[in-house]
T-cell receptor
Framework: AQRVTQPEKLLSVFKGAPVELKCNYS??????LFWYVQYSRQRLQLLLR?????SIKGFTADLNKGETSFHLKKPFAQEEDSAMYYC?????????WGAGTKLIIKP | NAGVMQNPRHLVRRRGQEARLRCSPM?????VYWYRQLPEEGLKFMVY????????ESGMPKERFSAEFPKEGPSILRIQQVVRGDSAAYFC????????????FGPGTRLTVL
């Protein structure tokens, strides 16, 4: 079955500390994975996708097919990173979503 | 470009009433997707439409739910005879192309069924 798992509902780290938001997937094909972010009172927006291999706002994510993971990382957290983060997998035109992780950056 | 618009932002209905949720895609986008988010869960795909066509409604409950995207006007998600379990946030997304195109999301409609 196609599934996306984000094991942490809540992650709280201090400003300046490294951040890693976990995402594991189950998919019987070549996956296309995304991270979306939702800041307070704002709409969902695409943060990054694995095929572009880019770094956005200091975040990176590497697709690990062996571990079926697509963890989101940032070396030094900033207060403005506080938000809900969702990992998603494309299956045809559908996006299959994880339950999300709420990231809180403490000052 | 104003982005994807959804209205109303909040909708309260009593059990048995009908709910109509509207989505205006971004200018130039002819592909619309509806997702539902129950509390504490991720978004779940419901339906994918192009202008005047339903392409995939595999995620939509067979009864009481319907969707349309007419030639003119917004896409409508209609829920008849609402029940408490329909309470959720409903998100609409649009893309300029289907398949691999990036999906841009609206702010969502929060439906509460009393």
């Amino acid at each position: 079955a196609q599934r996306v798992t984000q094991p942490e509902k809540l992650l709280s780290v201090f400003k300046g500390a490294p951040v890693e938001l976990k995402c594991n997937y189950s998919y019987s094909g070549s996956p296309e994975l995304f991270w979306y972010v939702q800041y307070s009172r704002q709409r969902l927006q695409l943060l990054l996708r694995h095929i572009s291999r880019e770094s956005i706002k200091g975040f990176t994510a590497d697709l690990n097919k062996g571990e079926t993971s697509f963890h989101l990382k940032k070396p030094f957290a900033q207060e403005e990173d506080s938000a809900m983060y969702y990992c998603a997998l494309r299956s045809n035109y559908q996006l299959i979503w994880g339950a999300g992780t709420k990231l809180i950056i403490k000052p | 470009n104003a982005g994807v618009m959804q209205n109303p932002r909040h909708l309260v209905r009593r059990r048995g009433q009908e709910a109509r949720l509207r989505c205006s895609p971004m200018k130039g986008h002819s592909h619309v997707y509806w997702y539902r988010q129950l509390p504490e869960e991720g978004l779940k795909f419901m339906v994918y439409l192009q202008k005047e066509n339903i392409i995939d409604e595999s995620g939509m409950p067979k009864e009481r739910f319907s969707a349309e995207f007419p030639k003119e006007g917004p896409s409508i998600l209609r829920i008849q005879q609402v029940v408490r379990g329909d309470s959720a946030a409903y998100f609409c997304a649009s893309s300029p192309t289907g398949g691999t195109g990036e999906q841009f999301f609206g702010p969502g409609t929060r439906l509460t069924v009393l």
